[in-house]
């Protein structure tokens, strides 16, 4: 199982990015599906999440900017950022809770699986 981010770049201050990240693999079924970011010198920290029935957990300080969405079709999560801030700049990384399918062919347990990250930089 791959998760594959993309989206991220460069954007001015009160713009807008949308992430996506995709998993692949011998995939059974997705639980929650999420994005993080690191700050330089920081731990990383939660962003936004979605459960595989739709319900959405959003941090504070960045409700109402960022939206998150699902296409469960395509194993895929989004982020969608707009009036970006300088301090938005982070790698940002997604995160997907995955049942695969073993080598017994049966689905295994759920397993946290992270993408690669995705540079976003917003400039002031």
């Known amino acids: 199982v791959q998760l594959q981010a993309s989206g991220g770049g460069l954007a001015q201050a009160g713009g807008s990015l949308r992430l996506a990240c995709t998993a692949s693999?011998?995939?059974?079924?997705?639980?929650?599906m999420g994005w993080w970011r690191q700050f330089p010198g920081k731990e990383r920290e939660w962003v936004a999440s979605?459960?595989?029935?739709?319900?959405?957990n959003i941090l504070d300080a960045v409700k109402g900017r960022f939206t998150i969405s699902r296409d469960n079709a395509k194993n895929t999560v989004y982020l969608q950022m707009n009036s970006l801030k300088p301090e938005d700049t982070a790698v940002y990384y997604c995160n997907a809770g995955i049942r695969s399918i073993g080598e017994t062919q049966l689905p295994t347990d759920t397993h946290y699986y992270w993408g690669q990250g995705t540079l976003v930089t917003v400039s002031s």
């Open positions: 979605s459960t595989s029935d739709g319900v959405i």
């Open positions: 693999g011998r995939i059974f079924s997705i639980r929650d």
